[in-house]
């Protein structure tokens, strides 16, 4: 059964950067096609990040040329690393396979000053 725990996350001020990790069991990550989501207050959980099982990364608009997702096999982690962070990234970010399966409790990011 997957499991996965997120961290990293906290309150950054507008242009700064977090890194968050994501631990996981029951599968592994290079396997699946892997992706960080994100479900901001009031809004529904979307999928902003993705790395195929080849590593090819995909990224939705709003975040390209900013957030870069990874992935250690031997680990068996995924990391995001999200720089020059807006206030519109607030969220809290879950880690998955995609599609997703069970969903972690994630890892809450402010952006604020």
């Known amino acids: 059964q997957l499991h996965v725990v997120e961290s990293g996350g906290g309150l950054v001020q507008p242009g700064g950067s977090l890194r968050l990790s994501c631990a996981g069991s029951?599968?592994?990550?290079?396997?699946?096609?892997m992706g960080w989501y994100r479900q901001a207050p009031g809004k529904q959980r979307e999928l902003v990040a993705v790395?195929?099982?080849?590593?090819?990364?995909n990224y939705v608009d709003s975040v390209k040329g900013r957030f870069t997702i990874s992935r250690d096999n031997p680990k068996n982690t995924l990391s995001l690393q999200m720089n020059s962070l807006k206030s519109e990234d607030t969220a809290v970010y879950y880690c998955?396979?995609?599609?997703?399966?069970?969903w972690g409790q994630g890892t809450q990011v402010i952006v604020s000053s």
């Open positions: 029951g599968i592994s990550f290079s396997s699946r096609n």
């Open positions: 790395i195929t099982t080849a590593g090819i990364t």
């Open positions: 998955n396979p995609v599609p997703a399966h069970s």
